[in-house]
């Protein structure tokens, strides 16, 4: 590897690193709040994606605007989740699951009823052109990314850390029984985190739209992996989500240059198996008393 | 020999120290009590010893034999076997059903034995032992109620049936008579001592009710912080300066059970 | 283990004569059940032998996954499984030519072998990562499939997999076929059922009720979380070999995420809590998919809706029901109508 790949590489990384604790950041955020578990996550980055689709490629809004637009949308499809299937669901967490799995079915169905299956939809790049870095090219559609998802990541860190919102939501993920004791309403905690994991998957389906073919099923590999870092993270543990996909961002952009996409997912699925068996509770996880 | 022999058994959490350095002997046929003020370290205790934590160090012999690292069903093979302090039960399965199905570990069974249901006669054994267990218990008359219809008392007493049903030498009671109203105490307590005194079994128990504890056990070991603070017969517990600062120090249940005075 | 006795049975001759009809029942309609599939493969058209056929292998699967999820393990691999052993089967059969009877056992030792290299790192979790990390492992072993191209053809798969014969007798047509898949299915579900009903049974059903207090009586949890994941396996690999025989080619796309989760809406529909309950939802669900064909590009989104509001309004499947229709079916009309004002008044608090 020269250094220019070596350095391309790197960024690249970075890049992935991003998209990925966008995307896992939400997925255990919700399930640290009451255990719920979103198999329509992967879907949620698709809505993202066909959102920026529409209103940039087809509406002509500009770019960033179809972005910001895109996040709320998403967020309302995390409401409405939590509604109407976590909520009724919430005595079993694998019915939750077991009832996102349905949805994921309904939602890739509805994208290509709406917008057709066969040719993937590309969307025109707003950004062309790249940065030249050392010897390294590195397009800017992906290196705004980088601050779009630091700003994203520390907006939700302000929000968890800062406000009466945030904190009681941790409060909630702590222990919901005690949270409740102390005039927390937890359907609104758990409608808080849903929206919060539809917004942060949604933009980085948004942010994702112009690099990747958008297509109905783009859902299926997205989701693989967050389980994939959330199960290395330690399931209900942000930080260790985010550490988590930045080590697992690393290892696939480093394996699919060397090798390809697919032995990248498969390193990583045995990445996952072996933290599994060393470090059971995640590279996070501690044993509780 | 002692039964039960623990040597510098410790159980850490990160930085809190729930059993540290604890040397612990109960010699066949005592009924042991464990004491302390809450968080003193006695359910941990309890965790370590049945295999349902790995000690953070030292070691635990049953009869002789290292058992501390195995797991709970390695340990209540060799005959150490405990009941818990909350009602644990199989909720879907008859009375009867419970106690037989902690008779796995002598039942067995292979895979193809369950297929082609060759052990039908060592099946009949064992609904046999365990119909005279609950005898014993006095939970007989109600073999075929679903246990979580049961109440509190007869739960918890067909807790203590479940662990009679795996046939231990060591029988680790959390708190037996926890929850329990007077009748049903008092009838618990005498069915500790006939396990002793007629079927042999060593007891080792955790109770916060104070005139039961001391009304059961000939010897009591005090714990503290995790650290085992004095040990001795009830009487001299109950004298003992130390001990009765470590309660004051907290709940003071001694006095609220009326004991102290 | 003997059922509760119902005491409102017990006394008049009467009464016994119902008791003994209850008992024989179910036997009866299983014998008729078994002597109409007998007979019906000679009167049916090919195409819906053709789906009998792939309705006794897929019996095996909801069966077999059932018995995984009486300890409490739902998984997300059993379809991957599946495929194991159809690729077992397809590359045996091809390659070793050994014939039809050995090479199906075989799937199934295949299908086994994978799964026992899954339940290693499985163990250390359990309820939602236990689903999801066996999504994971499944979609390893089936990226596996669609890269290596030498022997498992990669993306395309494998095709020309020999027709099956016992003994000289050629299989490979419809109604051999039918009759063989028949017979294993029968001997598989009886394995699966006596399984079910047996001590150990009941010891993965303890491990699902309250799994520290199995463990502390003597169930070794590990032991037989890997024993029950491992024998479902099995019968998963032995309904991949059937399917293989029966296709005469396979791809990695019959193993995918799609058909995981119409496994899992046989199971929810039906229920998994007795051995029936998911085959209930295989047969609801397979006569409803075929009701859907003309409606083919909307089935996933009826079928997802399906599941989701089962999950929600039906959480038992349909099995749950069956213990209330029975004297619901006897009670005044009057007190219907209050049942029913009572059940439509919860729904809409519900909703």
Redesign the interface.
């Known amino acids: 590897m020269d250094s220019a790949t070596l350095i391309q590489t790197l960024l690249n990384s970075v890049v992935a690193s991003s998209i990925y604790a966008l995307v896992a950041v939400g997925l255990a955020l919700a399930f640290g709040v009451m255990k719920m578990a979103n198999f329509a996550h992967g879907e949620f980055f698709m809505v993202g994606a066909y959102c920026v689709y529409v209103l940039y490629g087809l509406l002509g809004l500009p770019f960033p605007l179809a972005v910001v637009l895109a996040v709320p949308i998403v967020a309302l499809l995390g409401l409405l989740t939590e509604r109407f299937i976590f909520r009724p669901t919430r005595r079993n967490v694998l019915a939750g699951f077991m009832a996102t799995a349905g949805l994921a079915f309904v939602l890739q169905v509805a994208a290509g009823r709406i917008w057709g299956v066969g040719i993937a939809k590309g969307v025109p790049t707003p950004y062309a052109g790249t940065a030249e870095i050392g010897d390294a090219n590195l397009g800017w559609q992906r290196l705004i990314i980088i601050p779009c998802a630091f700003a994203m990541l520390l907006a939700l860190r302000y929000f968890l850390y800062r406000t009466k919102f945030g904190k009681a939501l941790r409060a909630c993920a702590q222990d919901p029984e005690i949270a409740a004791l102390q005039g927390i309403r937890i359907n609104r905690m758990t409608a808080l985190a849903m929206a919060l994991a539809g917004a942060s998957a949604g933009l980085a389906g948004a942010l994702m739209a112009p690099i990747l073919p958008v297509t109905p099923y783009i859902g299926h590999g997205v989701v693989l992996i967050a389980f994939i870092v959330v199960i290395v993270g330690g399931m209900a543990s942000i930080e260790g989500a985010i550490i988590a996909a930045v080590l697992l961002g690393f290892i696939h952009t480093f394996v699919t240059t060397l090798a390809d996409n697919l032995i990248a997912t498969m390193v990583g699925v045995v990445f996952m198996a072996v933290t599994l068996i060393l470090r059971p509770k995640g590279i996070m996880g501690r044993e509780r008393a | 020999m002692a039964l039960l022999e623990t040597k510098g058994l410790s159980k850490h959490f990160g930085g809190l120290k729930a059993v540290s350095d604890l040397d612990l002997s109960v010699e066949e046929g005592e009924i042991r009590g464990i004491i302390g003020p809450n968080g003193a370290g006695k359910t941990t205790l309890f965790n370590v010893i049945s295999g349902t934590y790995k000690p953070t160090s030292g070691e635990v012999f049953l009869n002789g034999e290292r058992i501390s690292g195995l797991r709970p069903s390695r340990i209540a093979a060799k005959g150490g076997v405990r009941t818990f302090q909350r009602t644990a039960l199989f909720k879907d399965f008859t009375v009867l059903q419970n106690v037989s199905i902690a008779r796995h570990l002598l039942a067995n069974e292979s895979l193809l034995g369950a297929v082609f249901g060759t052990a039908r006669r060592m099946e009949k054994a064992h609904e046999a032992r365990a119909l005279e267990i609950l005898e014993f218990i006095g939970l007989a008359d109600i073999k075929n109620e679903l246990s979580h219809n049961l109440p509190h008392g007869h739960q918890r007493a067909l807790g203590v049936a479940m662990a009679l049903a795996t046939e231990p030498r060591l029988l680790m009671l959390d708190e037996p008579v926890a929850g329990m109203n007077p009748q049903e105490t008092a009838r618990m307590t005498e069915l500790i001592r006939k396990l002793r005194d007629e079927w042999k079994i060593t007891i080792l128990l955790v109770e916060h009710d104070m005139r039961t504890v001391m009304g059961l056990c000939e010897y009591i070991t005090v714990l503290n912080f995790g650290h085992k603070l004095t040990e001795g017969a009830p009487k001299e517990i109950v004298s003992n300066q130390e001990v009765i600062e470590a309660y004051l120090g907290s709940d003071n249940i001694l006095e609220d059970d009326g004991f102290a005075s | ?2 059922a ?2 119902d005491p409102r049975t017990m006394g008049t001759v009467v009464d016994s004569r119902r008791e003994r009809l209850r008992r024989l029942g179910p036997w009866l309609v299983l014998g008729l059940t078994l002597a109409v599939l007998c007979v019906l493969p000679f009167e049916m058209r090919p195409y819906h032998r053709e789906m009998t056929m792939v309705f006794f292998i897929n019996l095996i699967m909801v069966t077999s996954y059932r018995l995984i999820t009486t300890t409490g393990d ?1 998984s997300f691999a059993h379809i991957v499984l599946m495929g194991a052993g159809a690729y077992g089967a397809a590359l045996i059969a091809k390659h070793a030519g050994l014939p039809f009877g050995v090479v199906v056992p075989m799937a199934g030792i295949v299908a086994a072998l994978v799964g026992a290299a899954f339940i ?3 163990l ?2 359990a ?3 236990f ?3 066996s ?3 499944g ?2 072993v089936r ?2 499939w ?2 290596v191209q030498f022997p498992f053809g990669g993306a395309r798969g494998i095709i020309n997999i020999p027709s099956p014969e016992i003994l000289g007798l050629k299989l490979g047509s419809s109604i051999p076929y039918y009759f063989t898949c028949f017979i294993v299915a029968l001997i598989s579900l009886t ?1 699966l059922y ?2 079910d009903k ?6 993965w ?2 491990i699902h ?2 799994e ?11 032991h037989h979380r890997s ?1 029950a994941f491992i ?1 479902g396996a099995f019968f998963a690999g032995i309904a991949g070999g059937l399917l293989a025989f029966h296709m005469g080619a396979i791809d990695p796309r019959n193993f995918d ?2 058909q995981m ?1 119409y496994l ?2 046989w199971v ?1 529909v039906g229920g998994a809590v007795t051995f029936w309950g998911p085959i209930i939802g295989l047969i609801v669900v397979t006569i409803a998919f075929e009701w859907t064909r003309p409606l083919l ?2 089935r ?2 009826m ?6 509001l089962f ?2 309004f039906l ?1 038992g499947g349909l099995e749950s029901l069956l213990p209330k229709i029975g004297p619901t079916l006897c009670r005044s009309p009057v007190e219907q109508l209050a049942r029913v004002r009572r059940w439509l008044t919860t729904f809409v608090a ?1 909703t």
Do not use: H, Q, Y
Request: proline share 6%; glycine share 8%; hydrophobic share 60%.
């Open positions: 283990m003997s509760p006795s739902w290693v790192p499985l250390r979790t309820g939602f990562g689903f999801i990390a999504f994971a492992f979609e390893l990226l596996i669609v890269k394995i006596r399984i047996s001590r150990m049974g009941n010891a059903k303890a009720g309250d520290m207090l199995a463990e502390c009586v003597g169930i070794n949890v590990a024993f024998t995420l799609t989760v899992i809406i929810v590009e909307w996933p989104l079928f997802g809706a399906i599941l989701i999950l929600i959480p519900r």
